[in-house]
């Protein structure tokens, strides 16, 4: 209970600017302003040209959040460049929208995968290379919260609920082959 005292007190002693002018005043902020621009430039996420004539920019406004860790210390200041789309008019400045969207059933089922699959090492070597090609990526650890949910792994999986017995069916026990008529005895 302690923890989450000081997870609450730690929250309130931090202020979160919400103008780009403000965080620039604060190295902390001003370091996570520059790790966003850098992180929007280093995977192309825009190219500088020249409006057209007929059409008008999409603002933008930064955004920024702290995050922490479960003892209430704070992991890292967080700044996010995003666009003010609702400026934009249908058929006039875009076309048509995508947003990749994943159900949370399908995500639950993954992630009861990578959960009871997760200890094979190169199998999860070779995934990391596969996403390191395509992705620039950063080992987090192992899991423990994903989307909400806690993960908890265990060699018990599944097994909740089973009676543990020392032998699983009773000593001396003969069993016939039924095709042979043989009599399989343990001994």
Same mark, same amino acid.
């Given at each position: &209970?302690? @923890?989450? %005292?000081?997870? #609450?007190? @730690?929250?309130? %002693? /931090? #202020?979160?600017?919400?103008?780009?002018?403000d965080a620039l005043k604060y190295p902390r902020w001003k370091k996570a302003v520059e790790e966003e621009i850098y992180a929007l430039e280093k995977n192309d996420t825009w190219i500088v040209t020249d409006l057209p004539h007929d059409k008008k920019a999409i603002g933008s406004k930064w955004v920024f959040a702290i995050k922490y860790n479960s003892d209430g210390s704070i992991k890292r200041y967080k700044a996010r460049l995003v666009a003010k789309c609702f400026t934009q008019t249908y058929d006039i400045d875009y %076309?048509?929208?995508f947003a990749p969207v994943a159900k949370l059933n399908i995500v639950r089922v993954l992630l009861r995968l990578v959960v009871n699959k997760g200890d094979d090492g190169m199998e999860i070597s070779r995934l990391k290379e596969l996403?390191? @090609? /395509?992705?620039? #990526?950063?080992?987090l650890g192992e899991l423990r919260?994903?989307?909400? &949910?806690?993960?908890?792994? @265990?060699s018990k999986v599944g097994m909740l609920g089973y009676k543990p017995a020392d032998t699983p069916m009773e000593a001396g026990l003969k069993l016939?082959? /039924? /095709? &042979?008529?043989a009599e399989i005895v343990d001994k």
């Open positions: &209970m302690s @923890s989450f %005292k000081a997870f #609450t007190a @730690s929250i309130d %002693k /931090e #202020t979160i600017p919400t103008t780009i002018e %076309k048509e929208t996403l390191n @090609s /395509e992705f620039e #990526t950063k080992d919260y994903f989307l909400g &949910m806690e993960v908890a792994r @265990s016939r082959g /039924e /095709e &042979m008529g």
